[in-house]
């Protein structure tokens, strides 16, 4: 069960017309190392977890992933809000446009659509974990990425937030890689 | 948005950042006692602050764990991504 509360986690501020960044930005809601993909990803793998710590773990990053799909679409809808064809299209975004107006549409920031490709669920714990804590990686990088592109200061404010949280995530992740470990040494032990 | 709202809006996030980061550490660390009464203590000031800035502003939440007042509130925008924060 999951209850959706009406409010963002972080508050999003877009003080600039940074129009090119709607397309960069989407690739955090539907690219391969974005929000959707952790999101899928640990909710996936969490029901072949040995331990209750790494099944918790799993079920709430994976839920706080989900807040954080939700910020980037704020950023890109509120980007977006109100520019006409004509200037999306100056500020490449005209491909965009064609086939999804103003719409949240899950892909990369070269519009390839989001595919469960990006994830692996493999029912080994260790394997998946280790898999875990590079996605987190990966998105601290393309965060870094991002906020190397914009002078936006609110937009920069709220990718500084998605960056720590990636950097939290996966010492998170190491840890219950320890307690997965310990659990499975402790099993071969007669 | 009224200022006000907003300015309540903003403490219900920063208390319920500090509730989700609580609960990830636990995760992984369970049997420590400072964190756990910290998170305690902020759950119960998260569950008092939203009560009242639901009761001002209409519910946070639906499918039944915020009430609501005549008519049906959990429908008035704006809705989050709409808010100019």
Redesign the interface.
Known sequence: MW???????????VTKSDIPMAKYLITQYGGPDGELSAAIRYLSQRYTMPTD?SK??LT??GT?ELAHL?II??MV??LLKDVPPQQLRRKGLGAQYTQHDHALYPSDANGVPWTAAYIQSTGDPVTDLHEDMAAEQKARTTYDHLISLTDDPGLIDGLRFLREREV??FQ?FG??LN?VQGFMNSKKVF | MDPKQLQMLRELMELEFVATELTLYLDTHPDEEAPLRHYNAVAGELTYKKRVYEAAYGPLFSFGFSPSQYPWQWIKGPWPWEIKY
């Open positions: 209850i959706y509360e009406k409010k963002l986690q972080y508050p999003v501020r710590k918790a773990l709430d990053i706080e939700e679409a704020t809808y509120q939290v995530h998170r840890e219950a307690d």
